[in-house]
């Protein structure tokens, strides 16, 4: 069995978060940012296509810019990407 990583972030104050994929009670995937102060959902994804892969995708691309967003972005970045 692969190892799965589980992506991090660490916000502004400094507390640890881990962005987590799970299946809905109706069976959707959704993305949850898990924190010191609980669980928060961050989307679920509905659509007919979407799978696993995508979830880990859109998880991986929040605790990015989560991270960048803790840490005030940097100097030569104007725009924010953001998964859709």
Avoid: K, N
């Avoid at 961050?42 to 696993?52: K, M, N, S």
């Amino acid at each position: 069995m692969p190892h799965e990583l589980t992506p991090r972030y660490r916000d502004a104050g400094g507390a640890l978060h881990h962005v987590c994929v799970d299946r809905a009670p109706c069976g959707f995937w959704r993305v949850l940012d898990v924190g010191p102060h609980g669980a928060r959902l961050i989307e679920e994804l509905t659509g007919c296509d979407d799978q696993r892969p995508q979830a880990e995708a859109l998880a991986r691309d929040y605790a990015e810019q989560a991270e960048l967003a803790a840490r005030g972005g940097r100097e030569d970045e104007h725009d924010s990407v953001w998964a859709a």
